[in-house]
């Protein structure tokens, strides 16, 4: 099992920044982890959709096209963390956003993730 925690929402104006952060444990979790951790969001009304991916092992990243160059995904190894960076934020990017974990790297920013954190909810004011 894995265990996911998130934190770092809140409300913010338009064009400010947050950083969500996600900590990851549980038995099978390790640092040296082959674990695909990935942020997805979901606003009301709407599916759950992917925002951005990191191959722990490794670093390789991958963003949704509406986030690139304003969302960077990154990890801390020695805090098993993996952070969402959000800067030029816009009413748009309002949402509950979900922390995952799944071992496949090829489903990376579909929805078919083993382990979800309970989301932490971001908010733009215009």
């Known amino acids: 099992q894995v265990q996911l925690v998130e934190s770092g929402g809140g409300l913010v104006q338009t064009g400010g920044s947050l950083r969500l952060s996600c900590v990851a444990s549980?038995?099978?979790?390790?640092?040296?982890?082959?674990?695909?951790m990935a942020w997805f969001r979901q606003a009301p009304g709407k599916e759950r959709e992917f925002v951005a991916g990191l191959r722990w092992n490794g670093g390789s990243t991958v963003y949704a096209d509406s986030m690139k160059g304003r969302f960077t995904i990154s990890r801390d190894n020695a805090k098993n963390t993996v952070y969402l960076q959000m800067n030029s934020l816009k009413p748009d990017d309002t949402a509950v956003y979900y922390c995952?974990?799944?071992?496949?790297?090829?489903?990376?920013?579909?929805?078919?993730?083993?382990?979800w954190g309970q989301g932490t909810q971001v908010t733009v004011s215009s």
């Open positions: 995952a974990a799944e071992p496949r790297w090829e489903v990376v920013t579909t929805t078919v993730y083993d382990y």
């Open positions: 549980g038995r099978t979790f390790s640092t040296a982890s082959r674990y695909v």
